[in-house]
């Protein structure tokens, strides 16, 4: 059966293969970084970029022979390797065709939304953007109609776009273009919504601990307080009591 996380692939041969554990733990962050670093040149069809056309077709060979390696190594890692490559075809389809690397980086991606990993997030939103404002250049700068001919120009409107601010002076009019516009916005979406709960979240935190330490520094013990009140109906009691007449 194919699954789709590195850490399901592996949890399956822990007692087999502690070796393949401990080589998987060791490479599949800087693998999950590789691929969404590359994300923009895997994507973009090597004719698209021009003169560089040889240089990007021997990058994205590049990146089939890094993740051929890595396949290699688990298959020979894994106690019953014949087994292992069959359980984990989406491995070998990887080496063909590297940008479904992505779906096994979705798992660095989930990691980054726990609790206190908002630079973590931010840096691989900004990757992400990045990426996306390459694809957008790659498209559109020779495309008709289009009005984003610069990397800077494309830098600028995946800006404006991720910050939901929009200003409308560049936009996308490839199919491409449009996609990768799409990934944008809804990181810029996802975004906002992330900055904005770790923010409420802070700022319940913080409150918590200062009512925590105002009562910790402030302690009333019950029985003080339970005396206190005693003496206090005791008083009230005296003064309400109707004073003796006197006898003459």
Request: proline content about 5%; overall charge positive.
């Amino acid at each position: 059966m194919t699954t789709t996380d590195p850490d399901t692939e592996v949890r399956g041969n822990d007692d087999e293969a502690p070796q393949l554990v401990t080589y998987m733990a060791r490479t599949q962050t800087p693998l999950d970084l590789l691929a969404l670093a590359t994300l923009w040149i895997v994507l973009v069809p090597p004719s698209d970029f021009g003169a560089a056309s040889s240089a990007a077709l021997a990058v994205r060979l590049g990146l089939s022979v890094v993740y051929g390696i890595d396949m290699t190594i688990r298959v020979v890692l894994a106690r019953r390797h014949w087994h292992y490559l069959r359980s984990n075809l989406l491995g070998v389809v990887v080496v063909v065709f590297p940008p479904v690397r992505v779906i096994f980086s979705l798992r660095l991606i989930r990691s980054l939304f726990r609790r206190g990993n908002l630079e973590r997030f931010l840096l691989a939103a900004s990757v992400l953007v990045l990426n996306g404002a390459v694809i957008v250049y790659l498209f559109e700068r020779d495309a008709k109609g289009s009005n984003i001919r610069t990397l800077g120009q494309s830098v600028w409107w995946a800006v404006t776009t991720v910050s939901t601010v929009g200003y409308g002076d560049y936009y996308p009019v490839t199919v491409g273009g449009k996609v990768a516009a799409g990934m944008i916005m809804a990181i810029g979406i996802l975004t906002l919504a992330v900055v904005t709960a770790q923010v409420a979240s802070s700022f319940f935190d913080q409150s918590g601990r200062n009512r925590a330490s105002s009562t910790t520094s402030d302690p009333v013990p019950a029985d003080l307080s339970l005396a206190d009140l005693a003496q206090r109906l005791d008083r009230i009691e005296a003064l309400l009591a109707p004073a003796p007449r006197r006898t003459e």
